[in-house]
């Protein structure tokens, strides 16, 4: 059997690149349900919680207490975010958010985690 080897050469750069995009963002803590829900009942804690989901997933279902900002509104809308304050930010499954905890960063945000998993992983934890 013959290797077509620029296939294989592609298919092992697209994989890195997934994979690269799959790494949390550096600086960014990832954080599980059950550390979301005791985050989300500590009210004195000062944490600014953002789903970056379009405004029709938002509507779908979302997490109380989370405000909605899409990623891509994300860079016009900074200005509703407190740097000094933590954020959290989630989305489905956690690739839109992490874009989003890359961003902030970036911007100057020191405390940013991402919920892995997203709401996916947030809605199969609640049945446990």
């Not at 298919?11 to 550096?26: C, H």
């Not at 109380?64 to 499954?93: T, W, Y």
């Not at 961003?103 to 049945?127: E, M, P, T, Y």
Request: hydrophobic share 45%; proline share 4%.
């Amino acid at each position: 059997m013959q290797v077509n080897w620029v296939w294989l050469v592609v298919v092992l750069a697209v994989l890195v690149y997934l994979g690269y995009r799959m790494l949390p963002a550096k600086g960014v803590t990832s954080i599980r349900p059950d550390e979301l829900r005791a985050m989300l009942r500590d009210k004195k804690a000062g944490i600014q919680y953002v789903d970056v989901r379009e405004p029709g997933e938002f509507r779908q279902g979302h997490i109380d207490g989370f405000r909605n900002i899409p990623l891509g509104q994300m860079k016009s809308r900074l200005g509703e975010l407190d740097k000094a304050k933590p954020v959290v930010v989630m989305c489905h499954s956690g690739m839109r958010s992490a874009q989003a905890a890359r961003l902030l960063l970036k911007q100057g945000f020191a405390d940013v985690r991402n919920l892995s998993g997203g709401i996916a992983a947030w809605n199969a934890h609640r049945g446990r």
